[in-house]
């Protein structure tokens, strides 16, 4: 880490609530650090009712910007003076910067989104996809499958029927798209849905740590050798859902290449500059295995 900061050290925070397991300022310091750039990452938990404060402090104080994080990606908005393109059709933030006293929202989580699912472009293409959840994730991989990877279908399947409504509506009208279903999170009936899909993506916080043996079905028959399941969660690397799936010959894939792919972009939205990817990869996972140990 750093000797010393000085008076020209640039602020950058992470808000949200609770915060005390984000990898973030791990990445975001560490990267600052390897590429000599005078900044510092710092957490601060930020509950819902102080987000207008939190944006009064980023302009008051001159943070370089911030990221957000759970729950505020959505509530994060009406705070804003302006949103980029992809964050405007999501409806979600994750990545705010301070553009001289304008505060302009984007979503970088779709950016990490793409970088997962690219290599399996062709496969998605023309095929029946499945997302499991209908929160800010989920929007932002609808977004990337609507604009990059135009599946021939999309089944959203959500504990909560009217969030998966809602979603289906907002994108209907937004990226002019009428190949959805939706249905509930209720694995017994599912089977059938996730089966016969080329994709299976989850997208909610079913099998995150600490509640690792969740997942959002343990149904065998669900999985089948010619499909991809990505995972959102990385903590941890390997979830219920991924041993599950893989055990039945699926490709699967977890959330840290979203992870890194998503801070790289902030990164480069607030300093200009370009994130060693790979070296920071090696150094997260020694420092999550490091983490896990204590
Ligand atoms: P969110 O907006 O709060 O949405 C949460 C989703 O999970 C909703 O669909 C919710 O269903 C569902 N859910 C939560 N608890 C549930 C339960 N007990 N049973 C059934 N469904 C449940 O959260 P988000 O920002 O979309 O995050 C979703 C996941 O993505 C999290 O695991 C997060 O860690 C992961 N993520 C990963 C990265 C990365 O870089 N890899 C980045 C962002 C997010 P309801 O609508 O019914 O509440």
Redesign the pocket.
């Known amino acids: 880490m750093k000797d010393s900061f000085f008076a020209n050290t640039e602020l950058i925070g992470l808000i949200g609530h609770p915060i005390k397991h984000s990898y973030s300022p791990f990445i975001q310091n560490y990267t600052m650090e390897l590429m000599k750039l005078d900044y510092i990452y710092l957490a601060f938990d930020v509950p819902s009712e102080n987000l207008k404060n939190a944006m009064n402090a980023v302009l008051a104080l001159g943070l370089k910007g911030l990221n957000v ?3 505020h ?2 509530k994060i908005i009406k705070h804003l003076d302006e949103l980029s393109e992809e964050a405007s059709i999501i409806g ?1 933030v ?1 990545t705010i910067v301070n553009d001289h006293g304008k505060l302009v929202g984007y979503n970088t ?1 779709a950016y ?1 989104i793409y970088e997962t699912l690219v290599p399996f472009k062709d496969k998605i293409t023309g095929s029946k996809v499945s997302v499991i ?6 929007r932002a991989v609808i977004f990337n499958l609507l604009r990059h990877f135009k599946p021939e279908e999309i089944n959203i399947i ?3 029927h009217q ?1 998966a409504d809602t979603l289906v509506n907002d994108f209907s009208v937004k990226m002019r798209y009428d190949a959805f279903h939706t249905f509930e ?1 209720f694995p017994p009936d599912n089977v059938g849905t996730l089966s016969t899909s080329k994709l299976i993506v989850n ?4 099998g ?1 740590f600490p509640a690792v043996e969740d997942s959002i079905t343990d149904i065998d028959e669900s999985f089948n050798e010619d499909q991809i399941v990505f995972d ?3 903590n941890p690397a390997k979830t219920k859902l991924m041993e599950t799936a893989e055990a039945q010959g699926a490709k699967v894939v977890g ?2 290449q ?2 890194i792919s ?1 801070a790289a972009k902030s990164f480069e939205l607030w300093t200009g500059v370009e994130m060693p990817i790979s070296e920071i990869i090696e150094k997260l996972e020694k420092y999550i295995i490091k983490s896990s140990s204590l």
């Open positions: 994080t759970l729950p990606k959505e979600a994750n989580d990490g959840g209908a929160g800010g994730s989920a959500n504990r909560t969030r999170l997208a909610t916080t079913i995150m959102l969660i990385y959330g840290m979203m992870l998503q």
